[in-house]
């Protein structure tokens, strides 16, 4: 079987942190959607999203096999795999009224709105599915604990220090390479996976579950509330509770986060605070792409949605239920606004645009610090973001 991992409607809801990549490429627990299809599966996938992200995340057809499509906001589970691979052409999976998967054999062209002509099964695996921004935080506990079983199964765990404070040492994973030093670690809560060459300096205290992906680290005195993951080639410092960090993103200092999401090649200043719950105590709204308006989220805990590239100064204050996008630079005193467009320059005193060409210059440094390349694909897909978003600018 050939995977093919698609995007369905729920991207739009889910957006600006699809803006820069398809809905599979989310982070959730200790893995992607995709990792998790992937290690799973025991096989490669490929992707079916928007025109402007497929050159970087192009979609492949097998020749000889059948091709299954999965909805990349689904996430797997062992039941839900034995009924996706018991598909056969010309069959299609859903749950409720939304399709997870269809196998069309050696068809290469899909209508996941009609599936005329395919016989319909529904699903009994009750499957997470990720649909709104929040659902990321809101259910990385759950996501979290599938992902530690799936990466530990069968493995030893490298021993800590004795150097540190240890309860619930069991629900403990250490990955090679890592180092823990006069840390707290209470994994009776939920369990604690410490990535390849991840680091927890002295002084933290974690309170799992939690996650500290490969070659991350949390500063000195960081203390952790979970469920938080921490993904791959970070830097966290200060006070964090129920929040994801996709990647390559920073927030070295101390400053509090809660139950929020923030996406690649972000920096967090020094400082900075954002609120997760209103002094009224009332239901937070979250901007909607889609509605262009403020919607309801059924949550009174609700933080931080900062997409792709985006950045604040200092002592930046970010109001219960801020939506940032992708590339924005936030600075100055005051709160801004709850819906910072993408491409926006400024804080609390106005907003103008910023400049592809000046956020180009930034992303290539920062990508040269981690030993990369801001490369032609990527300013493609900047810049198309750039164009799309220019009508929330004015």
Known sequence: MNFILFDDSTRINLLPLTYTRPVADIRMGILTIREKWERMLKAKTSSLTESYL?????????????????????????????????????????????????????????????????KKFESHAKAVQVKNSWDIFSKNGEALKSDFDLITSGRKSLALSSTNKIMGVENIFVEEGAKVECAILNATTGPIYIGIDAEIMEGSIVRGPFALCD????????????????????????????????????????????????????????????????????????????????????????????????????????????????????????????????????????????KTKDAFEVATRVYERRGMIFNETEQNILTHIFELTEKYRK
């Open 54 to 118: 497929s050159e970087k995340f192009p979609l492949e057809f097998a020749i000889d096999t059948d091709n299954v499509w999965i909805n990349g906001s689904f996430c797997p589970n062992n039941l839900l795999l034995v009924e996706i691979k018991s598909l056969e052409p010309g069959q299609a999976l859903l749950s409720m009224n939304a399709v997870i998967a269809v196998n069309s054999g050696g068809d290469k062209k899909m209508d996941f709105n009609s599936l005329e002509g395919y």
């Open 215 to 354: 070659h991350s680290a949390l500063k000195l005195g960081t203390k952790i509330y979970g469920p938080t993951t921490v993904g791959p080639h970070s830097k966290v410092g200060g006070e964090v509770n129920n929040s994801i960090i996709f990647g390559y993103s920073n927030k070295a200092h101390d400053g509090f986060l809660g139950n929020s999401v923030i996406g690649e090649w972000c920096n967090i200043g020094a400082d900075s605070n954002n609120s997760n719950l209103k002094n009224n105590y009332a239901e937070v709204k979250l901007w909607n792409y889609e509605r262009e308006r403020f919607t309801l989220t059924g949550l009174t805990f609700c933080g931080l949605i900062m997409a792709d590239h985006s950045k604040c100064g200092i002592n930046t204050m970010f109001n219960t239920g801020t939506v940032v996008g992708v590339n924005a630079n936030i600075f100055g005193a005051g709160f801004p606004r709850n819906f910072i467009p993408d491409f926006s320059w400024g804080g609390a005193a106005g907003f103008t645009t910023y």
